[in-house]
């Protein structure tokens, strides 16, 4: 398994401000991704995040409203920008290391946009 | 698209009484079907990998099978703590790099002691 520390667990914004998350990996990864869990419902994947390039964008969402940075193999951050209520969910980062097919998962940053 | 439907939503048990989660799929090409477990105010889990039909794998109460169009996630004596989410989800045979899962919306087993 690989050891995720993913930050802030938590945070209450004000609408039309953005919020920064960061997804640290205990050592190097082939693959990363952002999901989002909306209330009561299943995860939904954002993007992949590649080293040293733009992202990968699921249909839905784009790069404007979630820009995504990963400027290494342990690194990455997701920023949900002019936030809403309707952003309020929790955001998941996901790791996939070279050769393995399980991909592991971060505790989640629960956001409440007010 | 790929799709992956999960049965029932909630399923409530009493402590020793055995049961089977569901997770019907449709993809392509089968690359991995994944199995989670999600605790609230958690992220997910991994349970199980399965790949191919006929396939199953175990891990303490939890035995995990595959057939061409679903999976049952058998939980056998469960206790209050197999209380969880599961969540099932799917990995299709794309270009390289793109490893995408798609998740089901899960069942929510509680188990009463």
């Known amino acids: 398994s690989a050891v995720i520390s993913q930050k802030p667990s938590r945070d209450i914004c004000q609408r039309g401000t953005s919020l920064t998350i960061q997804c640290q990996v205990d050592?190097?990864?082939?693959?990363m991704f952002w999901y989002r869990q909306q209330p009561g419902q299943s995860l939904t994947l954002i993007a992949t995040a590649n080293q040293g390039s733009e992202a990968t964008y699921e249909s839905g969402f784009v790069i404007d409203k979630f820009p995504i940075s990963r400027p290494n193999l342990t690194f990455s951050t997701l920023t949900v920008s002019n936030m809403s209520p309707e952003d309020s969910s929790i955001y998941l980062c996901?790791?996939?290391?070279?050769?393995?097919?399980?991909?592991?998962f971060g505790q989640g940053t629960r956001l409440t946009v007010v | 698209e790929d799709q992956v439907t999960q049965s029932p939503e909630a399923l409530r048990l009493q402590e020793g009484e055995s049961s089977s989660l569901n997770c019907s799929y449709t993809?392509?090409?089968?690359?991995?079907l994944f199995w989670y477990r999600q605790d609230p105010g958690k992220g997910p889990e991994f349970l199980f990998t399965l790949y191919s039909a006929g396939e199953e794998k175990e891990k303490e109460r939890l035995k995990a099978t595959l057939t061409k169009k679903e999976s049952f996630l058998h939980i056998t004596a469960p206790k209050p703590e197999d209380s969880a989410t599961y969540l099932c989800?799917?990995?299709?045979?794309?270009?390289?790099?793109?490893?995408?899962?798609?998740f089901g919306a899960g069942t929510t087993v509680t188990v009463r002691a």
């Open positions: 993809v392509s090409g089968l690359r991995g």
């Open positions: 050592s190097q990864v082939t693959m």
């Open positions: 996901s790791v996939l290391r070279q050769g393995k097919s399980e991909a592991f």
């Open positions: 989800a799917v990995q299709a045979v794309r270009a390289y790099g793109d490893y995408k899962l798609s």
